[in-house]
DNA sequence: ATCTGTGGCGCG
DNA sequence: AAAGCGCGCCACAGAT
């Protein structure tokens, strides 16, 4: 159909479009809809094609049988299809056609791959973002005028679209087509085409999940926010009555100082005497005052209320009752994921909290996480000996390393406290602390905390020259990798003028919890394809950096667990080859480890 | 009345 | 009172 803009209205007819473009090397997929929401706003349009020849297709004419025919097209020819910010379009065909298997879809994102390719040196860039019409621009020339998309809006059918709108819906698939053409060079030249292979293929699991959304039991939270509400109300009376003597008092009694400003907090603390720069909780805590203490208290109980409160039940959906965060697969420099509207990657750790996120009726929910994954791989970058036999013969690393710093036996149970003193280096060193940061940790003075990080190089040269090693290495050639391929250039972080300390401290943590993300995403993409491939009752609903969260109906718990677990496993194994990977897995009816 | 940067703090 | 990395959200403060 290139040149005429006719709309397809059967899924036969798209059948046949397809064999007409059967040579291209891949196919270019996008849609119109109208609105963002999966769960409330409707398909509209649905456009496939190549450079040359793009189909535009009335979805609700031609009904969810055209997804199937897409897929049939893609499985045949073993073609990958592109699209611009997937998610979005995945989310929106998984409610339009929910009986197709989606996790079929070879998909490779456009906006994912830039994001790869340009990770750290976006300063350079002069039409900067990675929205399509930017990437059209850099590209292919193209101009593209995304305003049109208010047509699609407003649009209660294909019919009340008029040429401008399918003209645009067109061009969208042109764009994206020719985008993805110039990106493969680029991607085999910088050694990246598994990761936008990876990330392609986490898409659909990140969309699904988006889509799925975590159930919440929002009487339970409004119970701890309740709670929060009436010992913030204590805490403040506690306060008032620490400052009386520096503060003022309105009709009611309360106090006039406002707790949660910071200059406020030190002008009086200052009055009684006590002198800081700073009200961050260990501050106030080192200064053993009563007031400054109560503060922490005040403080712990505004955070609940603040970040966790009723704000936070507003993101329950109107429609599922569930709570639809939304991921930005690389949402972090290191190739993290990062969650927001709500943030579902920093709920509070402690199980009145985490057991507000309860199963169904009839459901159960499995928590899996990577056991220990930073330091593993850690020690399968560097090789360090004692690392790898401890993790293939199984041990006690943080003890171990705490036997041979302090000369002396460690175990659980046997001085404990040199145990959390080695822990805390082994976490700390991985980031590139230093001693100065180890004292503080672990409240020690920092001659000590110097004669300790001397220890456990000596102990364990190979992790000292693996970190080094890769730190000098990564600043001469501009940029660091993971184990999977994954890169980041220093370039923005030279321009916003971050000093070389810490562009090594960068250089030696990224490649450690990059490769982690790298891990999960992998295994994220094989979960949900196996998952559906099996037919079973279970779907993703949250990702915490090394775990993943998953709903399953009780019938079929033991063989998601399985797949669950075996699929963590062997993504894990493609990049941490030497050492094992291990899982640890919790099944209940709430989440919880 | 909004926007932007900062300090603080929740998570891994 | 941050020279341990990566995020997002909140309230405040100073700006527009």
Same mark, same amino acid.
């Given at each position: 159909m290139a040149g005429g803009l006719d709309l397809l209205r059967t899924a036969d007819a798209v059948r046949s479009f397809l064999e007409t473009v059967s040579d291209a090397p891949f196919l270019a997929l996008d849609t119109e809809t109208t609105g963002l929401d999966p769960h409330a706003d409707r398909l509209l349009l649905l456009q496939i094609g190549t450079a040359t020849a793009q189909a535009l297709v009335d979805a609700q004419a031609a009904g969810p049988d055209v997804v199937r025919v897409i897929l049939e097209a893609t499985e045949a020819k073993g073609r990958v299809v592109v699209l611009h910010h997937a998610k979005f379009d995945l989310k929106m065909l998984a409610s339009f056609a929910p009986e197709a298997d989606l996790s079929r879809l070879p998909v490779m994102d456009t906006m994912l791959s830039e994001q790869a390719l340009l990770n750290g040196r976006k *300063?350079?860039?002069? +039409? *900067?973002?990675?929205g399509l019409a930017a990437l059209a621009e850099r590209y292919a020339g193209m101009g593209l005028d995304k305003t049109v998309r208010e047509g699609f809006v407003a649009a209660p059918n294909v019919d009340a679209l008029g040429e401008v709108e399918l003209r645009y819906a067109a061009r969208d698939v042109e764009a994206t087509y020719k985008v993805f053409a110039a990106q493969v060079p680029l991607l085999a030249d910088e050694g990246l085409t598994r990761i936008a292979a990876i990330e392609g293929a986490a898409s659909w699991a990140f969309a699904a999940m988006e889509h799925a959304g975590m159930p919440v039991d929002a009487v339970a939270w409004g119970s701890i926010v309740d709670q929060a509400d009436r010992e913030k109300a204590l805490a403040r009376k506690v306060l008032d009555v620490e400052f009386k003597e520096v503060i003022g008092f309105d009709l009611f009694g309360y106090g006039n100082l406002n707790y949660d400003s910071d200059q406020e907090v030190i002008d009086a603390l200052g009055r009684l005497g006590v002198k800081l720069d700073s009200t961050r909780r260990e501050v106030l805590e080192s200064t053993g005052h009563p007031a400054a203490i109560a503060l922490v208290g005040y403080r712990e109980h505004q955070k609940i209320i603040s970040t966790y409160g009723r704000r936070f039940l507003e993101h329950i959906h109107p429609r599922t009752g569930r709570i639809h965060s939304s991921f930005?697969?690389? +949402? *972090?420099?290191?190739g993290r994921a990062s969650s927001s509207e709500p943030n579902l990657q920093n709920i509070p750790a402690s199980s009145r909290f985490r057991s507000c996120f309860k199963a169904p009726p009839g459901k159960k929910i499995i928590a899996a996480d990577y056991s220990g994954a930073e330091l593993r791989i850690l020690a399968e970058m560097s090789s360090d000996p004692v690392f790898m036999r401890t993790f293939i013969e199984g041990g006690d690393l943080h003890a171990i390393v705490a036997s041979r710093i302090f000369d002396t036996p460690v175990s659980k149970t046997e001085r404990p406290e040199l145990r959390a003193r080695a822990k805390a280096i082994n976490f700390g060193l991985a980031y590139g602390m230093g001693a100065g940061g180890l004292a503080a940790q672990i409240g020690v003075a920092t001659a000590e905390a110097e004669q300790l990080l001397e220890a456990y190089f000596r102990a364990f040269p190979a992790i000292r020259g693996y970190l080094d090693r890769t730190a000098h290495e990564a600043l001469r050639k501009g940029f660091c990798t993971t184990l999977a391929g994954r890169k980041h250039w220093f370039a923005d972080l030279v321009s916003s003028g971050a000093d070389e300390g810490a562009r090594v401290r960068v250089a030696k943590n990224m490649p450690i919890q990059g490769t982690n993300a790298d891990m999960i995403k992998l295994a994220m993409a094989r979960i949900a394809r196996a998952l559906a491939e099996e037919k079973l009752d279970g779907r993703l609903i949250n990702m915490i950096h090394d775990e993943l969260v998953i709903e399953a109906g009780e019938g079929d718990v033991e063989r998601v667990t399985a797949i669950v677990k075996r699929e963590m496993i062997s993504a894990g194994a493609a990049f941490v080859r030497r050492i094992p990977v291990e899982v640890d897995v919790h099944v209940g009816d709430v989440w919880q480890h």
């Open positions: *300063a350079h860039l002069l +039409g *900067a973002g990675f930005k697969p690389i +949402g *972090a420099i290191t």
